[in-house]
């Protein structure tokens, strides 16, 4: 065993840990990466699908397309270190990472209490539920539940069918990918209720109006979307 490897072992027993954005030992997410992070500001952008416009004004797309949730807040930019910490988060079983992100925005996840009654967590199939272990949308729902107070009802929304990740799709392929693929559970009771819908990533909004079309056939008071990380554009 080299002098390296044998430094390489120490760490890990040492620091276990490896931080999401660019491994450095010790840490969930290192001050760097936290430091590179971009927040979505919500005073410069669309107040619903929360792209950047210099303004809390409603964009075009919004005020053309029959979105379903009434209001979006998102956390941070999909982009850089960002991107690597939810991979992780999501596919590298990093739950602690999910966890970490939404502690870092808590002051901003407050007074999402006075928008919701129930949060509901956008839904996994079986299948693919069983292959990572844990629905990501559930794990972010869960630390919103702690921070306001509000119920999880994790199993208002069923997935219908697989569908694939849209960030890997064209707009029209993301459109017909995720279309019919939501269910309301058989005697679900949301009428009248207030309620923020959550996932982890926000691209081009179909995922949550798709979502939303479903939950509004049973009348609640309103749909509101949070996603902890949106696309820049």
């Not at 040492?14 to 430091?35: M, N, Q, S, T």
């Not at 602690?96 to 992100?101: K, N, Q, S």
């Amino acid at each position: 065993m080299t002098v390296l490897n044998v430094v390489k072992h120490a760490l890990e027993i040492l620091y276990p840990l490896r931080c999401c954005g660019c491994g450095a030992h010790g840490f969930v997410l290192c001050r760097e990466c936290v430091e590179s992070l971009r927040a979505v500001d919500q005073a410069s952008t669309c107040p619903v699908c929360g792209r950047w416009i210099g303004k809390r004004i409603m964009c075009g797309d919004c005020i053309l397309e029959k979105r379903g949730f009434h209001e979006g807040y998102y956390g941070f930019y999909f982009e850089d270190r960002l991107r690597d910490a939810l991979h992780a988060f999501k596919f590298q079983n990093r739950k602690d990472m999910g966890r970490y992100l939404i502690a870092l925005i808590k002051e901003r996840i407050i007074p999402l209490s006075e928008k919701c009654d129930v949060i509901i967590p956008i839904p996994v199939t079986e299948k693919r539920l069983r292959e990572r272990g844990f629905n990501q949308s559930f794990i972010i729902s869960e630390e919103i539940s702690r921070i306001t107070g509000r119920p999880v009802y994790p199993s208002v929304l069923r997935k219908a069918k697989e569908t694939k990740d849209q960030y890997s799709l064209s707009k029209e392929e993301r459109r017909k990918n995720i279309k019919g693929a939501f269910m309301v559970q058989e005697g679900t009771s949301i009428k009248e209720k207030s309620i923020l819908l959550v996932d982890d990533l926000f691209t081009t909004g179909y995922t949550a109006q798709e979502a939303s079309r479903v939950l509004l056939k049973e009348k609640p008071r309103q749909v509101t979307v949070f996603a902890l990380a949106r696309t820049p554009s």
